[in-house]
């Protein structure tokens, strides 16, 4: 799986792959406000997915948006405050300051 964290619209994307498991087996509704839980135990193929958010994120459970689509489960799950936490703000900006310096190096540009 993978996550991102959308800081302008306060969402974390959580992409899973579930190879060959069809839709009907797959269970979110375990999914807590601070937890992301699938759960394909109906299948033969028993796969299950614990993850906690990062940073500490709270997000409402029956406002998320589970699609399924070729082979992944893309869960969209907004932030129940509206906003997302400072960590993750703080961890967004010095990623943009790394890849602004990595871009100077790379082209021998002044800042």
């Given at each position: 799986f993978r996550y991102e964290i959308h800081v302008k619209k306060a969402q974390c994307i959580v992409e899973v792959t579930l190879h060959n498991v069809p839709p009907s087996t797959i269970d979110i509704s375990k999914t807590t406000r601070r937890r992301l839980v699938v759960d394909c135990a109906a299948y033969t193929k028993k796969y299950l997915l614990e993850f906690d958010l990062p940073h500490n994120m709270t997000i409402?459970?029956?406002?998320?948006d589970y699609t399924?689509?070729?082979?992944?489960l893309k869960c969209i799950l907004t932030?129940?405050?509206?906003?997302?936490?400072?960590?993750a703000k703080k961890e967004r900006e010095d990623f943009i300051v790394k890849v602004k310096d990595q871009k100077h190096l790379r082209f021998?540009?002044?800042k």
């Amino acid at each position: 799986f993978r996550y991102e964290i959308h800081v302008k619209k306060a969402q974390c994307i959580v992409e899973v792959t579930l190879h060959n498991v069809p839709p009907s087996t797959i269970d979110i509704s375990k999914t807590t406000r601070r937890r992301l839980v699938v759960d394909c135990a109906a299948y033969t193929k028993k796969y299950l997915l614990e993850f906690d958010l990062p940073h500490n994120m709270t997000i409402d459970p029956e406002k998320a948006d589970y699609t399924f689509e070729s082979g992944v489960l893309k869960c969209i799950l907004t932030s129940d405050t509206g906003a997302v936490p400072e960590s993750a703000k703080k961890e967004r900006e010095d990623f943009i300051v790394k890849v602004k310096d990595q871009k100077h190096l790379r082209f021998r540009t002044t800042k």
